[in-house]
């Protein structure tokens, strides 16, 4: 069973930046693909952004230019880089994990971090 805790909630202004963390409980290196999400109030959750085991990235059209994810298989931790951000970015953010597929639907999830910009 794979744990993810994510941590770097916070609040930033228009236009500023946050780093979100998720923290593995196994060998990123083993998991097929990582993932970040957000769900915001009276919404239902969307990907955010992708990142597969050779490295391959995908971002949804709103983020692609301000956020980048990443993975830091030496420490276990998925990282999504936020600049730029939108009050619209405002939203519980969530890591996934899935060690078969790289699509929409993960197996494993962390509790989810609140980003609030305003």
């Known amino acids: 069973h794979v744990q993810l805790v994510e941590s770097g909630e916070g609040s930033a202004r228009p236009g500023g930046s946050l780093r979100l963390s998720c923290a593995a409980s196994?060998?990123?290196?083993?998991?097929?693909?990582m993932a970040w999400f957000h769900q915001a109030p009276g919404k239902d959750h969307e990907l955010v952004a992708r990142i597969d085991r050779a490295g391959t990235t995908w971002y949804r059209d709103s983020v692609k230019d301000r956020f980048t994810i990443s993975k830091d298989n030496a420490k276990n931790t998925l990282y999504l880089q936020m600049n730029s951000l939108k009050s619209e970015d405002t939203a519980m953010y969530y890591c996934?994990?899935?060690?078969?597929?790289?699509?929409?639907?993960?197996?494993?999830w962390g509790q989810g971090t609140q980003v609030t910009v305003s």
């Open positions: 196994v060998d990123t290196s083993s998991l097929y693909c």
């Open positions: 996934a994990a899935d060690n078969i597929y790289c699509g929409t639907g993960f197996a494993y």
